[in-house]
């Protein structure tokens, strides 16, 4: 939603006429046209700007969406969602700011001599590591200042360590920095496109972990692109098209030091706009993603996705609806007021996973502290049921032992397709985090806990280091917990300390 002005962007995402507005202040509809095009400034002296932003205001509450207070966090204002005269104020001031010229001296060189085929221009240059974190702080800060909408591009062909640590860890200084502005960005309304132009062929699953909440923010889209060249050099671009570009570069046979270029000219940031048109219309969509609650559309992506007589692994601290019996899944339900057309919905879920556990080999590795919780306290929350079902679900101890329960009796437990372990023990899984692969099929993750989304994938590539991951870690998991009559016991612990 490319749009002319900071208001532009406002009337269009609340769905506000410029006759509505223009109404509201008692003043001309060719003033506010003219401030929504750019053509004239947001005075703030003589209390239009304020005018406007309670206007403005008072129509997202009544609406009901945050817009506005999302913008305001972005841009790391300390309002209140409910102190109305803080949110007034920032957003007066953000209205009525003047254009600023953003540049800034890096003591870069001018040109000494004009080229018959070209055109003299200021770039800034920035060195090394500490240059390249300069370079996209200024980048984002820069991207704060336009209005909301525009589309922002990434081009990553590993120009940047993004990380100099293991991804699972907290070693990812950077990427954290990077998360802050991309969450920004996201809450402020521009679009972000990320193109992988060198998937991680070894542990592309590491990647996925460590950018899991970026590919599931609203607004992003991630797509894949074949290497572009040899590995003489590696290249990572920032693009704001008729803003600036950004083209961080490093060379691995000359220790990998990066080195960043800014421009801000419209003949070079054109040239990137080409050059990212280019690559975008020979990149395949990489990570997809569907609403956690429509898991019906889900379920279809998987049955169509899978290959038959393939191993399937899934990884998951919840059970309720992939392995409880259907008849149990709806008393639990009932019993939380759920509506008879959701449970039957619900109940249709249960049985349509049922179905596809006996199309395929499927193999669970289940978090068994989730079991373990359930001794300490009198209520249990399903992240998962809540998430579908839009309420909380929960579970008392009465329905925590019939849970138990089902999970002996089920068929696939039975048939020595579940194994318990603790994630705690096990640290190289994610907190919270869900995984079911197919080699050669399909790759899907999900968090409910955190996101709102389930992301799915059907790259070769990812699929492999995925499925590789899994396979990796039945190695770690204690031969213990593959034996039937320990898991028989643990259950059977758990269940009688209820």
Not at 315 to 338: M, S, W
Not at 468 to 479: C, E, H, Q, V
Request: charged fraction near 25%; hydrophobic fraction near 40%.
């Amino acid at each position: 939603m490319e749009t002319l002005s900071k208001l532009d962007y406002i009337l269009k995402a609340l769905k506000i006429s410029g006759k509505e507005t223009a109404a509201a202040l008692h003043i001309d509809a060719t003033t506010v046209s003219k401030w929504r095009n750019g053509q004239r400034k947001i005075p703030y002296k003589n209390g239009q700007a304020r005018q406007l932003s309670v206007f403005l205001l008072q129509k997202e509450a009544e609406l009901g969406v945050p817009v506005i207070f999302n913008i305001l966090r972005a841009l790391k204002v300390q309002v209140h969602p409910d102190h109305l005269e803080q949110q007034v104020k920032a957003l007066s001031l953000w209205f009525a700011e003047e254009n600023l010229d953003l540049r800034r001296d890096h003591n870069a060189q001018l040109p000494v001599f004009t080229p018959k085929n070209g055109y003299n221009t200021n770039i800034s240059i920035f060195l090394d590591e500490d240059g390249i974190d300069e370079a996209i702080a200024y980048y984002f800060v820069y991207a704060l200042r336009l209005p909301p909408g525009k589309t922002m591009y990434l081009i990553d062909y590993s120009g940047i360590h993004w990380t100099n640590g293991d991804e699972i860890t907290e070693k990812q200084i950077r990427i954290n920095a990077c998360m802050k502005f991309f969450r920004a960005i996201s809450n402020y309304g521009h679009k972000l496109v990320i193109v992988d132009c060198d998937t991680d062929v070894y542990r592309p699953y590491r990647a996925i972990f460590r950018w899991m909440e970026l590919y599931l923010m609203d607004g992003v889209e991630v797509w894949s692109h074949p290497p572009l060249q040899d590995g003489s050099y590696h290249y990572t671009n920032f693009l704001l098209a008729n803003e600036l570009a950004l083209q961080c570069i490093s060379n691995p046979d000359f220790g990998g030091k990066p080195h960043g270029m800014l421009y801000t000219n419209k003949e070079t940031v054109d040239f990137f706009a080409n050059s990212v048109s280019g690559i975008l219309k020979k990149s395949k969509r990489l990570i997809e993603s569907v609403p956690t609650k429509n898991i019906l559309p889900m379920i279809a992506i998987i049955k169509k996705s899978l290959k038959p007589n393939r191993p399937l692994y899934m990884l998951t601290p919840a059970l309720t609806l992939q392995i409880i019996d259907a008849d149990l899944l709806g008393e639990i339900l009932r019993a939380n007021g759920i509506n008879e057309a959701l449970i039957e919905e619900c109940m249709l879920i249960n049985k349509k996973i049922k179905r596809l556990q006996t199309a395929t080999a499927c193999s669970y590795v289940c978090n068994l502290d989730i079991l373990e919780s359930f001794v300490a306290v009198e209520y249990v929350t399903d992240s998962n049921l809540s998430e579908i079902c839009g309420t909380k679900i929960i579970l008392s101890k009465e329905y925590q032992r019939k849970f138990i329960d089902s999970i002996m009796q089920s068929a696939i437990y039975k048939n020595n397709q579940v194994i318990f372990t603790s994630f705690g023990y096990l640290s190289a899984i994610p907190d919270d985090l869900s995984i079911l692969v197919q080699e050669d099929g399909f790759v899907a993750a999900w968090n409910v806990k955190k996101y709102q989304k389930r992301l799915y994938c059907l790259n070769l590539d990812v699929i492999s280091g995925f499925y590789r991951y899994l396979d990796d870690l039945k190695t770690t998991i204690p031969k213990t917990c593959w034996n039937r009559t320990w898991r028989d016991k643990q259950l059977q612990r758990i269940r009688e300390a209820l």
